[in-house]
């Protein structure tokens, strides 16, 4: 019987139908190679796999976007359950299992979030972040439909920047009514624009799967490519040098912190809005994310993007 991955056990025996979200050739001590895999099953609950003394056969077969029957055991290191891979291979026709099956998909349909984005932006009354972030959402419309937030880590699914950037524009709605004077206009184009620089960051296929950072993400990062982005269509709109100059400082200073890639941090209060409207949002999606494979009263594994917390499902 194939089982899930939230069946693994130490030192028990698996198998199952995983797909291979990444996989990376590595070298050990002794000069063998060895594959690193980020596996997933149906319920998107995902293990780091490790396939040992590959050859160039194996590196060519198990790649990212590969769906696998796997049989292997569960160990332990540095109290993170990993899975000890003894055979495996591609599915073929006769397995009772699809690509499908195993592709996240954020819970709204693509068409109507952008829609629902799109008719925020009409309702701008200032002309100038109108016809600015308009024109960013309508280059980007083919790539926003499918492409995810990240590559592993929050809303790593398909069309989850979308899913991302409207969830947090209906916290910023709320939010909004509750601090008079806020220019809202500013705030909800600064969440729509902030993370549009992932889909030049990433190189994502039409499921939502990351396959590498681009040379320009790895060299410039999203905030970098997204200042450049929006510096050269307010130049080319005759947007007026406040209006880019506000913008662009949203974009640069919504990671707050300089190690995270924000060379300042947020200078008036929308900017300061929208670094926690995106925390906010983040964490909170990673955090659901982990306990969905948790039982009740129980702790998760060590998150190293969460702090490096254990998670806690309640027991209520």
Excluded at 5 to 32: E, H, M
Excluded at 85 to 101: C, F, P
Excluded at 264 to 283: G, K, Q
Aim: net charge negative.
């Amino acid at each position: 019987m194939a089982l899930k991955i939230d069946q693994i056990q130490v030192d028990k025996p698996f198998r199952g139908y995983l797909f291979i979200r990444d996989a990376a050739v590595r070298t050990s001590k002794n000069g063998s190679q060895f594959i690193k895999l980020v596996l997933s099953d149906t319920d998107y609950n995902e293990v780091t796999g490790f396939l040992w003394n590959v050859g160039k056969e194996e590196t060519e077969s198990f790649t990212q976007g590969t769906l696998v029957a796997v049989i292997g055991k569960g160990k332990s290191f540095n109290d993170n359950l990993q899975l000890d891979i003894q055979k495996i291979r591609r599915t073929n026709e006769g397995d009772s299992v699809t690509l499908a099956d195993f592709i996240e998909t954020a819970p709204e349909e693509p068409e109507a979030m952008y829609e629902e984005i799109l008719e925020t932006v009409e309702d701008f009354g200032n002309e100038d972040i109108k016809k600015v972030t308009r024109r960013a959402l309508k280059d980007r419309e083919s790539e926003i439909l499918y492409f995810p937030a990240a590559k592993s880590v929050h809303h790593a699914m398909r069309s989850g920047l979308l899913y991302h950037t409207l969830s947090m524009l209906r916290t910023a709605k709320e939010l909004a009514k509750l601090y008079p004077g806020l220019n809202e206009d500013l705030l909800y184009a600064g969440v729509i624009l902030h993370d549009l620089g992932k889909i030049d960051e990433m190189v994502s296929d039409q499921n939502g799967v990351v396959e590498d950072y681009s040379d320009k993400g790895k060299l410039l990062g999203h905030i970098t490519s997204q200042i450049n982005e929006i510096d050269g269509l307010c130049k080319e709109l005759g947007v007026g040098e406040e209006v880019a100059m506000v913008l662009e400082h949203m974009i640069l200073s919504h990671h707050y912190e300089p190690e995270y890639g924000s060379p300042v941090r947020p200078m008036f209060p929308e900017a300061e809005l929208l670094h926690h409207i995106d925390m906010i949002d983040a964490r909170m999606n990673s955090m659901q994310k982990i306990q969905r494979s948790l039982e009740p009263g129980t702790f998760s594994e060590r998150q190293p993007m969460l702090n490096n917390i254990k998670i806690y499902k309640p027991n209520l």
